[in-house]
């Protein structure tokens, strides 16, 4: 199994761009999640979704928005990139969406905006 | 002020010495997570609390609901256990909110 994998690993983007960050997870888990990590900083949910076809805002949402195309697939999008949301992305994943539960983290995507 | 706070946030050792690393929240909480975070970027859960303490190979964690307080030990360091330790408590709104971490470095 690969657990949560991500792509791309690194981006480079010029401000007003747009790209979307791909997850899937192949461990059939309900409720997946999207988060930026910024130095000097904790991770920061960004959005999440507890099931398929539902999402919902998390801590940080402006500037994004996402799909849950499936079970398994879980994207975020960045519609007119800024230099502010140059970040390291992380998406993770759980059997439910209690957060109880154990998180199992993809292996990041590096993007900078310049 | 942060709901998270860790400290120290960096903290070098020598291989074999007893670690700790510790967590205080000023908010109720229901759970509280500690995972590792590699030097490559990677990010995996260690432990998961809701009371008492925990014990998993070298590492130990400990939790006080009433004094807000966790702790992360490492005992027998090794340069292996090089890595950010991250502590994050599950709040009233059922979401994950994490501190800053501790950067850890074990020198052989």
């Known amino acids: 199994n690969a657990g949560v994998t991500q792509t791309p690993k690194f981006q480079v983007l010029k401000t007003g761009q747009s790209m979307t960050l791909q997850c899937a997870q192949d461990?059939?888990?309900?409720?997946m999640y999207w988060y930026r990590q910024d130095p000097g900083m904790g991770l920061r949910l960004i959005y999440y979704?507890?099931?398929?076809?539902?999402?919902d805002k998390g801590e940080v949402p402006n500037g994004y928005n996402v799909s849950r195309l499936n079970k398994r697939e879980f994207s975020l999008r960045l519609e007119s990139a800024a230099p502010s949301q140059t970040s390291v992305y992380f998406c993770?994943?759980?059997?439910?969406?209690?957060?109880?539960?154990?998180?199992?983290f993809g292996p990041g995507t590096r993007l900078t905006v310049l | 002020k942060n709901e998270v706070e860790q400290s120290p946030q960096n903290l070098t050792a020598q291989e074999g010495e007893f670690i700790t690393i510790n967590c205080s929240y000023s908010v109720g909480i229901s759970a509280l997570h500690w995972l590792q975070q590699h030097p490559g970027g990677g990010i995996v859960s260690l432990f998961m609390?809701?009371?008492g303490k925990k014990k998993h190979g070298r590492l130990i964690a400990t939790i006080n609901i009433q004094e807000k307080h966790s702790s992360l030990h490492i005992t027998a360091s090794h340069p292996r256990d090089s890595a950010v330790y991250i502590c994050?408590?599950?709040?009233?709104?059922?979401?994950?909110?994490f501190g800053g971490g501790t950067r850890l470095m074990v020198k052989p």
């Open positions: 609390l809701s009371s």
């Open positions: 979704s507890a099931s398929e076809g539902t999402t």
């Open positions: 994050a408590v599950l709040n009233a709104g059922n979401m994950l909110t």
């Open positions: 993770a994943s759980s059997q439910q969406l209690i957060s109880t539960d154990t998180q199992y």
């Open positions: 461990m059939n888990h309900n409720s």
